[in-house]
């Protein structure tokens, strides 16, 4: 699998690619800035330092998503207090309860996600391969189908939009993975 470094840098050139709004910036004093009493991760360490991500919200062709800020961390835990103290949320959709969460454990970072009041379930395997995974997902729903033309005309995902997207993201994520994937964004 490729890492972290490799994925942020396809994620930030896909998002510039498509003028996603929203930006990424460095932060010098990562220590400082991240809150104290959420965990961290070389990863999410090596996210917020290099690609802080700053109002960036990305359109999936259904509910637009975004991923928070180091600044916007603390308050991002907010409603989501009866999660084990290892889990991170670092995105949401954009009216709240669809959170991303990086799970956190020893060392490894796996990301999970969830909707409604179900149980979190595990999207992707690691950091990085949600971060590629996220990147084709933009470059597929941008470059190939305009954002909301990933539907028919009666709001059911277009099997061959299911299909390309499987293409691109079962290799980097599993088949497993690319199911709860799926199911996440467009479930």
């Not at 059911?156 to 079962?170: H, P, Q, S, T, Y």
Request: charged share 25%; proline share 4%; with cysteine.
């Amino acid at each position: 699998m490729r890492g972290i470094k490799e994925a942020l840098k396809q994620l930030a050139a896909i998002c510039k690619k498509y003028s996603l709004s929203g930006s990424f910036n460095t932060l010098n004093d990562l220590d400082n800035a991240f809150p104290f009493n959420l965990p961290r991760s070389s990863d999410i360490d090596y996210l917020y330092k290099n690609y802080n991500p700053e109002k960036l919200k990305i359109e999936t062709g259904f509910t637009p998503i975004k991923i928070h800020s180091v600044s916007e961390l603390s308050k991002a835990q907010s409603g989501y207090e009866d999660l084990p103290n290892n889990y991170l949320v670092f995105g949401d959709d954009l009216g709240g309860g669809k959170p991303i969460i990086a799970v956190i454990d020893e060392g490894n970072t796996s990301v999970y996600a969830s909707y409604d009041v179900i149980e979190p379930f595990k999207i992707a395997g690691s950091l990085s391969g949600f971060i590629f995974s996220l990147a084709e997902l933009i470059d597929l729903v941008y470059g190939q189908y305009d954002i909301f033309d990933i539907a028919d005309d009666n709001d059911e995902v277009k099997g061959e939009f299911i299909d390309e997207l499987r293409k691109r993201i079962a290799p980097l994520i599993g088949n497993e993975g690319f199911n709860a994937f799926y199911d996440y964004f467009y479930g």
